[in-house]
């Protein structure tokens, strides 16, 4: 089992940053990767970011990319996305996901465990 706490999420003014945190507790040896996926309303969970755990090899959304930052910190079991140059759009509730097995980096079905999200709201 391994569990996961979100933390930084909140309201932003489009252009701003925000930073989220994701501590990681109990089988974690075990990881392989960790990423965020957001969900808007109305719309399927999506890939944002990921993170090969031992590694540290990034994995990007298109749409995220250049602004987005997933780093780790293998030492204290946490994962980071810092979020710059935030729009409207990417207004979602985000969720950290771990994955114990290989498997494709970018699909939700790879991951095994998931926090219980934090709210990103981006104003115009």
């Known amino acids: 089992q391994v569990q996961l706490v979100e933390s930084g999420g909140g309201l932003v003014q489009a252009g701003g940053s925000l930073r989220l945190s994701c501590a990681a507790s109990?089988?974690?040896?075990?990881?392989?990767?960790m990423g965020w996926f957001r969900q808007a309303p109305g719309k399927e969970r999506e890939f944002v970011a990921a993170i090969t755990w031992r590694a540290g090899t990034t994995h990007y959304a298109d749409s995220v990319k250049g602004r987005f930052t997933i780093s780790r910190d293998y030492a204290q079991n946490r994962v980071y996305l810092q979020m710059n140059s935030l729009k409207p759009a990417d207004t979602a509730v985000y969720y950290c996901?771990?994955?114990?097995?290989?498997?494709?980096?970018?699909?939700?079905?790879?991951?095994?465990?998931w926090g219980q999200g934090t709210q990103v709201t981006v104003s115009s």
């Open positions: 109990g089988r974690t040896f075990s990881t392989y990767y």
């Open positions: 996901t771990a994955s114990l097995r290989l498997g494709s980096i970018r699909y939700a079905d790879t991951y095994d465990y």
